[in-house]
């Protein structure tokens, strides 16, 4: 848009639709609503700017802006009807808000003049996301559009990352108002201080057995990840990551020592409680890097780094030695520029580390035709190495973290909330953003019916994610715990499913069926062959709950007081 058209009155669905564009949005996703019927004809006309992605389901929606947010670090983008679309649309802002990933949730609202009547599908949004967003605003003046997007997206990208939700109301869109575009603020970002870098250095270097863990998504650039790759490879330090966080490190890096999260190796957990420095770099160590707040006392007995883009996390749980406020890329870059450590003294302890890491990576002779561990590393040799990786929640996310190492050049996106649905959208939006990566969606039989009707949405935009469904005929986290607990008391987690590869062949997409280990490598070729959206359904032993446990050997395991 000229600068002389930008001061021509305009209706508000049009200045709202100008704001996204003057804020760099390249891919909005929608489930469209007569709420917001003048922003999406504001989008109709700015179609050469902005691709609006038509998905199925709001949370759909939110998770594949969610992924785009995580692959871009800009904020995703996702339009939602009032009431119930707003309603299915925060399971994905609470995605974003746990993840760190920037969002701006846009959702339709009743004309402002019928406020507190409870109008058709009137909610108040401010108390509805004030839990789970860094910010909730509303518009009813259409002058007030471009102040309040920026605004929006300034808050979405600042500090710790996260969702904002903008609620608009329907006469405001459909108003006129003479107002210019905002760009996006000029903020250079917050670097380390001096003194800091240098009291972690003086620190580094009296360690005897330190340990690094990476956390952090969106706020990560490639430049970010190849510098602090650099620092810590120039040290020898052993790298651990947080949750879902295995696209931060090179998992075939022999400094590289596991995962930190759900199923962390217990090698990896009794080695991080033995550090003597622990250097959090992006991570909040939250409930899961932390075993459940076990790792360390809160009063600072070990002695941590954290390095953080907002200080308000900073302590926030775990008292630190040093706290550094710092973008991630910013440090990252300072910290490369750091002379290394002169003698380190853990090249044995790293050593320890990794061969736990190896160990514990090495494919157990798992009964019956498909060892799963087994056919995931054949998959992983012949995966491109730009390959992007989304997981859904459940216990086969395990079997990929456990035995996959994901590569330099790989992308690994999953909700660390335990969001099940995430996956399957969150492929598609992968593959929307990079149309010339492989994309694998991980998911459970679980998840896959959750959100998998947005395989629609890959063939309507025509998009070719590999959708690999774990099947097992249960809900096994949720299984594995009732084994624990209430042995052989089988109650609302069985499932009954359809058959999911001629499911996708109904939409007109290949299917293939996996049930011996040597299948799934072929099966991937044929579906990367196919060029279609592709589904795998690999039929999992039910028995093998987990990937260290069967049933019987969680029931044996029970103490019999809990058989009463």
């Known amino acids: 848009m000229t600068e002389a058209a930008a001061v021509e009155a305009r209706l508000g669905g049009h200045i709202l639709a100008d704001a996204l564009v003057a804020q760099g949005v390249t891919h909005a996703f929608c489930v469209p609503g007569e709420s917001y019927l003048d922003l999406l004809d504001g989008l109709y006309a700015r179609r050469n700017r902005i691709e609006l992605v038509t998905c199925r389901f709001e949370a759909g929606a939110v998770h594949m802006a969610e992924a785009y947010g995580k692959l871009t670090g800009r904020p995703g983008v996702a339009l939602v009807t009032r009431g119930p679309g707003a309603c299915h649309a925060a399971i994905g802002v609470h995605v974003a808000f746990q993840d760190s990933t920037p969002l701006v949730l846009i959702v339709g609202q009743i004309p402002f003049e019928e406020t507190d009547r409870e109008s058709f599908q009137e909610v108040d949004y401010r108390k509805m996301f004030a839990p789970l967003a860094k910010w909730v605003t509303q518009i009813d003046d259409a002058a007030r559009i471009p102040e309040l997007m920026a605004h929006a997206f300034d808050v979405a990208t600042s500090g ?266 969150a492929a598609i939006g992968a593959k929307i953003v990079h149309p010339e990566r492989t994309v694998i969606s991980f998911v459970g039989d679980g998840g896959m019916l959750m959100t998998g009707q947005e395989m629609a949405t890959a063939f309507h935009h025509k998009v070719a994610p590999i959708i690999m469904v774990f099947n097992n005929g249960m809900y096994g986290t949720i299984r594995m715990h009732q084994e624990r607990h209430y042995p052989a008391r089988v109650s609302g987690t069985q499932l009954t499913n359809p058959d999911f590869a001629r499911l996708i062949e109904s939409f007109g997409g290949h299917g293939e069926v996996v049930e011996a280990t040597d299948q799934l490598v072929p099966a991937f070729q044929r579906a990367v062959a196919s060029g279609k959206p592709a589904l795998i359904e690999v039929r999992t032993n039910p028995e093998q709950v987990t990937n260290r446990s069967t049933i019987a050997e969680l029931r044996a395991q029970t103490k019999p007081a809990a058989r009463t």
Not at 161 to 183: C, F, K, T, Y
Not at 283 to 310: K, W
Not at 412 to 420: I, Q, S, W
């Open 160 to 425: 710790r990352p996260g969702p904002v939700v903008v609620a608009i109301s329907e006469e405001m869109q459909r108003s006129m108002a003479v107002v210019p575009d905002l760009p996006p603020a000029h903020v250079l970002p917050a670097h380390p201080a001096p003194a800091a870098l240098d009291e972690m250095m003086a620190r580094l270097g009296k360690a005897q057995r330190p340990l690094v863990v990476l956390g952090g998504g969106a706020g990560w650039s490639a430049q970010g990840k190849a510098d602090i790759r650099d620092f810590l490879l120039a040290n020898d330090l052993p790298v651990a990551v947080s949750f879902r966080r295995m696209g931060l490190f090179d998992g075939t890096s022999p400094n590289y020592v596991g995962d930190l999260g759900v199923g962390a190796d217990a090698a990896l957990v009794r080695k991080a409680k033995e550090c003597d420095l622990f250097l959090a770099i992006g991570t909040r160590i939250g409930e899961t890097v932390s075993q459940g707040y076990t790792l360390f006392d809160m009063a600072g007995s070990t002695p941590i780094i954290h390095v953080y883009p907002d200080q308000a996390e900073i302590g926030r749980v775990y008292r630190p030695a040093l706290g550094i406020t710092s973008d991630l890329n910013a440090f990252a870059a300072a910290a490369k520029a750091l002379p290394k450590v002169a003698k380190p003294a853990w090249s044995g302890w790293r050593a320890e580390l990794r061969a736990a890491r190896e160990a514990q990576a090495k494919a157990p002779d798992y009964a019956g035709p498909l060892n799963l561990a087994t056919a995931l590393q054949a998959l992983e040799a012949v995966l491109p190495p730009d390959t992007i990786f989304t997981t859904d929640a459940g216990n086969f996310a395990t079997w990929p973290q456990r035995f996959m190492h994901v590569g330099a050049g790989q992308d690994f996106l999953g909700p660390t909330n335990g969001a099940m649905g995430y996956s399957v959208p």
